[in-house]
């Protein structure tokens, strides 16, 4: 009923930015948590960012002062900004939410970032 389109991945030099957008569209009406989660190869995928419903944010230790997480809840769409990328940075992103009644997790199915010279 819900699906998640993420955009905005590409490739980008080191000390660039990119911005990237996840739509939600489907039947869902209201968006608890939502997050960026990303995932490199060999590694497990690992949460970069999340805002509350309420706007609280939080950061993975790694992206802190980089990357600002934001949403515009009435285009039911959350946005990662990425500043000063490293190569390390790498990685499919993708997006996730939490319906705020059901609390089911969706997930898109990923934009990739690279990041190199």
């Known amino acids: 009923q819900v699906q998640l389109v993420e955009s905005g991945g590409g490739l980008v030099q080191p000390g660039g930015s990119l911005r990237l957008s996840c739509a939600a569209s489907?039947?869902?009406?209201?968006?608890?948590?939502m997050g960026w989660y990303r995932q490199a190869p060999g590694k497990q995928r690992e949460l970069v960012a999340r805002?509350?419903?309420?706007?609280?944010?939080t950061y993975a230790d790694s992206v802190k002062g980089r990357f600002t997480i934001s949403r515009d809840d009435a285009k039911k769409t959350v946005y990662l900004q990425m500043n000063s990328l490293k190569p390390e940075d790498t990685a499919v992103y993708y997006c996730?939410?939490?319906?705020?009644?059901?609390?089911?997790?969706?997930w898109g199915k990923g934009t990739l970032v690279t990041v190199s010279s």
């Open positions: 996730n939410l939490v319906g705020y009644y059901d609390a089911m997790n969706y």
């Open positions: 489907g039947s869902i009406s209201r968006i608890g948590v």
């Open positions: 805002i509350t419903s309420g706007g609280t944010t």
